[in-house]
């Protein structure tokens, strides 16, 4: 019998199962997957507080709109089918210790599951982009024509501090953290002189240390 705490998941949390699919339980075992899968053994809260463990997709890129999920093993025959789940019914899902949040900005939702890749005083979210870059094929007699492309990706950072919610921009991003992090002038003047692992690819390291140096006050 399904256990009560997943009752109500099945019929909120959903998107258009099949009578089969409800009828489902999820595999309470949670075995692990192997290193070449996609998923692994998670658990996911809802905006009620609900929670379901099942086998989640793991990545610190981050999700955008659905993401598909298993109750059951995806490496075991017979495979089971996939499910389809919004972004905005998950507030958390935890994979292999790995934390992501839907996030909201003045209450309304961005729509996008992000990687919390630090935590501490301010928290740094992540979420990559997937973008389509048009090859342009040469045919003869005719001009180039872009046929192909191929995946790229863009970077969304996101930082929270006391729950305010901020996108750091890239074309922005000396100006921001100039005012964001204005307690730390130190690591302000490596931003703003371009040092090495101080630019905007390298926003983990830049917010790390800026938590160290807030946790080293007395």
Known sequence: MLPFLYRPLIGALLLALPAAARAQAPDSAQTETSARSDYAPGEVVTPTGQ??????????????????????????????PAKLISVDKIHTMTVRGNHFETLTRNGKSLHVLAARLVDGPVELFNFAEEKGVPIPIPIPGAMLLPIASIPYTKNH????????LTEVKRGQFVEQLR???????????KVQQ???????????????????HVAAKP
């Open 194 to 212: 371009h040092t090495k692992y101080y630019q905007y690819p390298d926003m983990v390291h830049i917010i790390t240390e800026y938590n160290q």
């Open 51 to 80: 929670r379901v463990k099942a086998y989640f997709p793991n990545s610190v890129n981050g999700f955008e709109k659905t993401i598909a999920f298993y109750y059951s093993h995806p490496e075991v025959r017979p495979f089971p």
């Open 179 to 189: 005012g964001y992090l204005q307690d730390q002038p130190a690591l302000v003047e």
């Open 157 to 164: 950072w996101y930082l929270r501090r006391n729950g305010e």
